[in-house]
């Protein structure tokens, strides 16, 4: 399952036309370049797919269009997870339907549910699709945590809960979760600050942001890592941060969506409630894409 879902991962943006529509075709361009330059899985329709503000019909093409043209080359993950177990369990078997590989599904926001709500939702969840579900927990952004022994619980409880987008921040509790989970429970870094770190623990990957940018340099401070050479992993990690900070310097994906414009995809901007990038946050993240050679138009 490893395998299959990979190690790095991308949460790719996604476009939209100049009149403000899912541009499919534009988005089979980037899940394309992006696998061609190493990623092993796509996220789509996830938080910096802006997944939350599309509606069930473009959240289903577009899940389509993106697999339909990496193929087996990516697994692709789609993102079903909303604040109402119904609408998710719906959004779940749509994705399956629609030939992903496998489905995200974000602790529900707003509602603030309560452990055992957790368990009863992603269990609905895991009951209504043969594909793998991974718990996407960002309680910065649901203003709920899953705890680890409930996530761990609803991986005994259900097999095809397959693991964890982790971005809690919190590396104790991610460490207690790679401490206690079951063999070939895929534990992926939800932040892209912590991806060293997160290696360091035991975590399998990175589903991450700057990736759009940076999956060669990913890639080769994974492989250091794993070969030993925990040095020059340190060094790649620590020349990426002034990009990863420069990312994240507002709401993301508002950052990463002006950088694809800049080196020549048209993804166009984010929907409301996200606005444009302030001038001074792209006057810091432009000379940091100059590694970056800008993609020519189709």
């Keep these: 399952m490893k395998r299959q879902l990979g190690t790095i991962v991308t949460a790719m943006v996604t476009p939209f036309d100049e009149g403000g529509d899912v541009d499919l075709r534009e988005a089979a361009r980037l899940a394309r370049w992006l696998v061609e330059r ?8 996830g938080s910096t797919g802006e997944g939350q503000t599309l509606d069930s019909v473009e959240r289903v093409a577009l899940w389509k269009a993106v697999k339909d043209e990496v193929g087996s080359d990516a697994a692709v993950v789609a993102n079903a997870g909303t604040n109402s177990t119904c609408e998710s369990v719906s959004a779940a078997q749509a994705a399956e339907s629609a030939g992903v590989d ?36 960002i309680p910065g952004r649901t203003a709920a945590n899953m705890l680890p022994e409930t996530l761990l619980e609803l991986g005994h409880r ?24 079951s063999a070939g429970f895929i534990v992926w870094s939800g ?3 912590l991806f060293l770190p997160c290696l360091s623990l035991g975590a399998d990957g990175v589903v991450g942001v700057a990736s759009h940018l940076c999956s060669r340099e990913y890639r080769r401070m994974l492989d250091a890592y794993r070969r030993g050479r925990v040095g020059e ?10 990009l990863i900070d ?35 946050a ?9 590694p970056y050679a800008p993609v020519e138009s189709r």
């Design 38 to 45: 190493g990623n092993d899985g796509l996220v789509v329709a």
């Design 102 to 137: 496998a489905i995200l599904a974000v602790v529900p926001y707003y509602n603030k549910p309560t452990q055992t709500g957790m368990l009863a939702h992603f269990g609905a969840v895991a009951e209504a699709t043969a594909l793998p579900v991974v718990v996407y927990n």
């Design 158 to 181: 259900h097999a095809n809960v397959v693991g964890v987008k982790e971005s809690s921040g919190d590396l104790k509790q991610i460490g207690m979760i790679l401490r206690d989970r």
């Design 191 to 193: 932040d892209d600050h």
């Design 233 to 242: 992993a340190a060094e790649i990690h620590a020349s990426l941060l002034p």
């Design 246 to 280: 420069a990312l994240f310097a507002v709401t993301s994906p508002i950052p990463v969506k002006w950088a694809m414009r800049e080196i020549g995809f048209r993804v166009g901007e984010c929907r409301l409630p996200l606005d444009r990038m302030p001038e001074s």
């Design 282 to 290: 792209a006057a810091r993240l432009r000379p940091l894409l100059a």
